[in-house]
């Protein structure tokens, strides 16, 4: 099976600007979640879909939201970027009868000028 | 609130030696871990994992043991090898709700030196 795929790897914005991250899960798996991490916070969860509904939110502000479609293909949008975004993204697929393994895609690296 | 906490940034091992490195959590409602494996500019990798019904799990050269009266984790290899070198994260999650969020340590760095 492919990995989970994220796209575009690296994306330069200046402040004010919003950007839009996508994640393609592993074939078959419903759940996909978002992670921040950046030198100071680690690995932080933003948010989790399965089956185009938001399950879980992270403490996040609301410039940070995302949608999953119905091929379980997900997005996520930050808009009117921060400094203080500039961080790595991690998009994680998990399938619906594993206890808790989620695997990870390569992530975006997200500047932020 | 930290929940999960990786008290050692950095572990020196040489290879063919042991190397441990652990985690300790705070929230007594966790019931599922997992160790990641992560090089730089890449997402994590999945490593192993322990249900809290369990004190150990072993998978190759990894094992990792859980003191849940403790609330402490780690995680074994033997024997280390220069291709360990990578940062490993910690993750808690509590399972059986409609989500599973992992909540991670902030990684232990681990060299492995020829």
């Known amino acids: 099976k492919a990995g989970v795929t994220q796209t575009p790897r690296y994306l330069i914005k200046t402040r004010g600007q919003q950007v839009t991250l996508s994640c393609s899960p592993i074939?078959?798996?419903?759940?996909v979640s978002w992670y921040q991490q950046t030198p100071g916070q680690g690995l932080q969860f933003l948010f989790e879909?399965?089956?185009?509904?938001?399950?879980n939110k992270g403490n996040f502000p609301g410039r940070f939201s995302g949608r999953q479609f119905s091929n379980s293909r997900s997005e996520m949008n930050v808009s009117t970027l921060e400094l203080g975004d500039s961080a790595l993204y991690l998009c994680?697929?998990?399938?619906?009868?594993?206890?808790?393994?989620?695997?990870f895609g390569p992530g975006t690296r997200l500047t932020v000028l | 609130d930290q929940q999960v906490k990786q008290n050692s940034p950095s572990l020196s091992v040489q290879e063919g030696r042991i190397s441990i490195l652990n985690c300790d959590y705070t929230?007594?409602?966790?019931?599922?871990f997992l160790w990641y494996k992560k090089y730089p500019a890449e997402g994590p990798t999945f490593l192993i994992s322990?249900?809290?019904?369990?004190d150990k799990n072993e998978d190759g050269r990894f094992t990792v043991f859980l003191n849940k009266s403790a609330k402490h984790l780690s995680l074994h290899i033997v024997p280390s090898q220069p291709g360990d070198s990578a940062v490993y994260f910690c993750?808690?999650?509590?399972?059986?709700?409609?989500?599973?969020?992992?909540?991670f340590g902030t990684g232990t760095l681990l060299a492995v030196q020829p």
């Open positions: 994680a697929s998990r399938s619906s009868v594993s206890r808790g393994e989620q695997f």
């Open positions: 879909y399965f089956s185009e509904t938001q399950r």
């Open positions: 993750a808690a999650s509590r399972t059986g709700g409609a989500t599973n969020k992992l909540i």
């Open positions: 074939s078959g798996h419903r759940s």
């Open positions: 322990i249900s809290s019904i369990k």
């Open positions: 929230n007594s409602m966790f019931d599922y």
